[in-house]
């Protein structure tokens, strides 16, 4: 099993790399294509981004973990045929039922321009059982290396793609271009398809050669596959699937609010600008979650229920500290990130909104890597999609009022309410401490950091170009940083835990 640990450490280590080069590219696609020709990529994302993770993430890891478990070659053997046939038949379904619904949802979205790219987009799934299962077997032979490589490949050949297709037609039609880079994602996939099937061929052919599964293999590689192995997917998903929320509801109830498609596209590319800077943040809890997950499995099968209730609360503890700082300092500093970024300060404000919500998404991506370690990833889902719906309210009713803010708001109270009710029922389950979170104390160093953050605004004001505007980001990132790195020490932590204070611990 250590083995299996190192390998879906480099899966994840591999898919870290991939989040922020995800993040960095979507920049560029905005510089590049403008705000409209941002909005339409952005529309399609979550069907991209729900492939990639499945199939970096959720399936591999899974198929792995079914492997290991197997004593004999031919269970194993019957499992994985068993497991290969479900997702074949689950990812091509899903790729026929997304393209044909891709003419109703354009319908719905009310852009038919959009639906070229959706029927496009419905054919990564038919990469996702190739991807996921030699993935999956490269994971449980600890092949880290090529496990590693088809990811990069993938990723680097998906940017480098989608930055010609924009260069190319970007200047001639933002669909045409959004198109493209659709096919260059599709391009990605199969090459990293071929660097994870080479040499990989004989067990293609040979680990189930005759082989018929059993009634029993099918029913266990269902409930591992389509149960636990989306659950597993939830942490790199939950953005994603916020997103997908805002794809299907804003842009409808912006065009009603505006009137004019351009302008409400523009609105909806204002709003997304936020996507970016919530998928970098979010790269330190799914680092954190992952070492979680496999640390409270060992003590649960060790019975060491104390040891374990302190791991889960300073896990959420050193979050809920990082990702309060993070929220806050964003909030702060939006202006001059929006503007060093994107070149305008165009919806600062509902994107300050948004960025407190990086804090939630921080402690919710922890919180749920609890109840997975703790065998309550069901618990996790329906909490989540309770957010969801939250979330999916919150657009309907506060976007025709106030626009993009309201979808910030909404986004807000939807991971806000999430995070809540996770830890509230951690704390019930007596999982982690309140008192080790130390709000009172976390709240002088917030407001330290704040201070010194409108001070460095004050002094360095005014400034109007994105280079004076990267220089206020950079250095108020690292004089916040450092403010509150200080209170921290001094602050936060009481005299014991300073004696022994590793930073790198």
Known sequence: MSKLFKGTIWLVVAGLVVKVMAALYRVAYQNIAGDVGYYVYQQ???????????????????????????????????????????????????????????????????????????QASAFVFVFVPFL???????????EAVRLSLSQMIEQ??????????????????????????????????????????????????????GLVARQSSYKKAAVALFGTGLVICLNSMLPIAFQAVDALTLYPSLLEVFGEPIQAQQEKAYFDRGQPLLQLCTTVGVALSVALITKVG?????????????LATKAIQWVFWIGSAAAAGLFWLIEPINVMLFGSNDGSVALAVFCVSTGFFLVVIVAVSLLQGIGKGSIAVAIVGAGLLVKTIGNVVFVPSIGILGA?????????????????????????????????????GLTAMCATLAVWERVMSPWHDRASAAFVAFGGVFIGALTYAICTYFILLHADERKGFRLFK
């Open 156 to 209: 680097a050949i998906r940017v480098g793609g989608i930055l010609l297709a924009l260069l190319w037609f970007a200047s001639i039609d933002v669909y045409e271009a959004g198109y493209w880079a659709v096919v260059a994602s599709l391009i990605g996939m199969l090459v990293a398809l071929v660097v994870v099937k080479i040499n990989n061929g004989q067990v293609d052919r040979g680990a189930y050669g």
């Open 298 to 310: 060992e003590l649960l099968t060790t019975n060491k229920r104390i040891e374990l209730r302190t």
């Open 408 to 444: 910030s708001v909404a986004t807000l109270i939807g991971i806000g309410v999430v995070a809540v009710i996770l830890l509230v029922y951690l704390r019930k389950r007596q999982w982690i401490q309140w008192q080790s979170f130390r709000f009172f104390r976390v709240l002088i």
């Open 44 to 118: 399609v994302y979550p069907i991209l981004g729900v492939a990639v993770t499945i199939s970096t993430y959720g399936f591999p890891v899974i198929m792995a973990q079914m492997l290991a478990k197997e004593t004999t070659t031919m269970q194993r053997s019957e499992l994985f045929l068993a497991a290969r046939q479900l997702l074949f038949a689950g990812s091509w379904l899903t790729a026929v039922l997304a393209w044909l619904l891709a003419a109703p949802l354009g319908e719905w979205l009310k852009d038919s321009q959009l639906v070229p790219l959706f």
């Open 132 to 142: 996921s299962m030699y993935r999956g077997l490269l994971v449980y032979r600890e």
